[in-house]
Each structure stands twice: as C-alpha cells, then as structure tokens.
C-alpha cells in the first residue's frame, strides 16, 4: 500500500508540473476580431508579468506572460493585434511601433508555424535538426529561451527570441494539424 501513496504522490507532483508548463504558454486574451493599428499611450507589463492593453471601445487585450527579455514598460506605441484561424489554433501576433517609427520595432507571435517570413529573405524554418533562421549567410539554430541576433541584408540588427515550442495535441478519430507550433519574438531596436 505504501508504493501505491508513492505513486498518486508522483502522478499529482507530474500533474501540477504539466499545468504549470503549460500555463506558461504565451495567451493572448481579448483580441478583436478585426485587425487595427491604435495608439496607446502608455504600455507597462504588471507585476503578474502581463501586458495589459487597453484598446478603447475595442475592448482591452491582455498578453502574458510577456517576455522577460522585451521591455516592461513603453511610452506612446501604435499597437497592431492580429488573429488567424488555424487548425492547431489561432495564430495570433502583436506588432509595436513607435509613435514616430514607420515600420514595427517589435513582433510577438503565439502559435505561429515553423515557416515563417521574419524578413524579406529570411525565414523561421523547423527542419529534422530543430529550427533554424534561414536566408543568411550562415543559418542560425534557435532553442527555446536562447535569443540570437543578426544582420539582415541591408546590415540592421535584430534579436531574436524563441518562446517555445510545441506539438499540437492529438485527439483520436480527428484530423489534426501536425505541424509544431511556436512562440515567438523578434525586435528591431538592438545593436550587434
């Protein structure tokens, strides 16, 4: 009897580590369904490790838990929420850009796929031997929770950052897409 107390210890303690896994998983909450760049005035990840967004009649989005590598707190940015039906579920990103910036300094994507156009040229691609950062001179392994920079083309700098990654789970009797899926970053405001 005393191994069979071992074990449900075991299964609970594997249970209450799963969860926590997969609480981790980057969400984002409160997405509109349409696509629109809005100015927000002041942007600040709580002390939860949120970025709470508050999109006016659109409603407010909520994003956790933000990387801890990106900054907590921003002054005015234009804020472009995104949302795609997918399969494996959706696909959704964020895009900052400065109030005086013409093009975002920072992309966010939740469960993106492994083929992915970060740059013009340059592509997230899973392969059998992990996921790489192809068309560059020298392509780039990532592993999750190890940021890489690199100069695309035209020599400007960029981090980036891979979340996670994931198998989306099976369920019997259902087609299913079987592509990993990814959490992701990649920023533009850094030096090499």
């Not at 508050?54 to 989005?61: I, K, M, N, T, W």
């Not at 400065?98 to 899973?126: D, F, Q, S, Y």
């Amino acid at each position: 009897m005393h191994h069979f107390g071992l074990l449900l210890s075991a299964a609970a303690l594997a249970a209450c580590a799963c969860q926590s896994v997969a609480s981790d998983r980057l969400r984002f909450d409160g997405v509109p369904l349409e696509s629109a760049e809005i100015l927000v005035e002041h942007v600040e990840v709580n002390p939860a490790g949120q970025l709470k967004l508050d999109l006016g009649p659109q409603g407010q989005v909520t994003i956790s838990p933000w990387p801890s590598a990106l900054p907590g707190q921003l002054r005015a940015q234009y804020v472009t929420l995104r949302q795609t039906a997918h399969p494996a579920g959706p696909v959704q990103s964020l895009l900052l850009r400065t109030a005086g910036g013409k093009e975002p300094w920072l992309t966010l994507v939740a469960n993106g796929g492994l083929n992915w156009g970060l740059l013009p040229g340059i592509r997230l691609r899973g392969t059998t031997g992990g996921v790489k950062i192809t068309g560059l001179k020298i392509e780039i392994s990532v592993t999750p929770g190890k940021d890489v920079k690199f100069r695309d083309a035209a020599m400007h700098c960029w981090q980036f950052g891979l979340l996670a990654v994931r198998q989306p789970p099976v369920m019997k009797g259902i087609a299913q897409e079987g592509e990993p899926r990814a959490d992701w970053y990649l920023r533009a405001d850094v030096e090499c």
